[in-house]
């Protein structure tokens, strides 16, 4: 199925391997979307992400883009059009969520650079492709790239979680604003899932939480999981792809648990 054939899709904190953001590229292009390639920097590992995408029978861009600019996320769409000539999807994926430490311990800048990039980011990015999209014409998508963390409190993350919740409201009031436009906003909340940054969680975690080693501690977060895993790059991207489609065409303001039963308000 070529779902996404003619449509562009820009993915922020896209440019690692094994990320997130690779694993939702590679769906949408698997389906068939032009795709933009986006992190704070362009180096080898994004254009590593860039060149599988394009064995898979697609046009890639890649553009650097610091989330917690705005002009810098003006300059993401602004490059997207010019290349593409629209933007249909819109993932905001870009975030920081290895600054761990006690509520006590957390210093202002720790707490200033986890909200610029993780919630201002997607509000700025937010802006800036809603205005693409509504000059185009023909609606769009904006899906947010949120957490379990935006609905349940975690121990040593306070400026994680918080700016996971306020993703949440952000997504709710832009989807009020923006349906007259056709344009849906929409949020995606996985549990853990083991990617670069997730790695560095685990083995932060695991001490913390006194396993002996890093795979007792997954494997007790599997044991309490209803469906006996943690998550993988692939739900998330699942996720993003059904709210993309004509089928999600209905679908706005939601905040979607992908977590196996993990969470479930």
């Not at 986006?38 to 180096?43: E, M, R």
Request: charged residues 15%; hydrophobic residues 45%; contains cysteine.
């Amino acid at each position: 199925m070529k779902r996404f054939a003619g449509k562009t899709l820009v993915v922020t904190g896209s440019g690692r391997a094994k990320g997130l953001g690779q694993a939702i590229l590679q769906r949408f292009a698997d389906e068939g979307a032009n795709c933009v390639v986006s992190d704070v920097a362009i180096g080898d590992e994004a254009r590593a992400v860039a060149a599988d995408l394009r064995t898979r029978g697609v046009r890639v861009e890649t553009i650097a883009c610091d989330v917690s600019a705005a002009s810098a996320c003006q300059a993401l769409i602004d490059g997207t059009v010019a290349a593409f000539g629209s933007v249909d999807i819109f993932v905001n994926n870009a975030g920081i969520g290895f600054m761990m430490k006690p509520l006590l311990d957390v210093v202002p800048a720790d707490w200033d650079r986890v909200i610029a990039v993780n919630l201002s980011g997607a509000f700025y990015s937010t802006q800036a492709a809603a205005r693409a999209m509504i000059t185009g014409g023909r609606g769009g998508r904006i899906i947010n790239i949120a957490s379990q963390a935006a609905k349940t409190g975690f121990p040593h993350l306070p400026a994680y979680v918080s700016s996971k919740h306020g993703m949440i409201g952000l997504t709710r009031a832009a989807a009020v604003e923006l349906g007259a436009h056709g344009i849906t906003v929409n949020a995606v909340c996985p549990n853990h899932v083991t990617t670069g940054l997730g790695a560095e969680q685990n083995a932060y975690f695991s001490k913390l939480l006194g396993f002996a080693t890093v795979e007792a501690y997954l494997a007790n977060m599997a044991a309490k999981n209803p469906l006996g895993r943690p998550g993988l790059a692939t739900d998330t991207a699942s996720a993003c792809a059904w709210l993309a489609s004509d089928d999600a065409a209905y679908v706005t303001g939601e905040a979607l648990n992908v977590s196996g039963g993990e969470e479930m308000h």
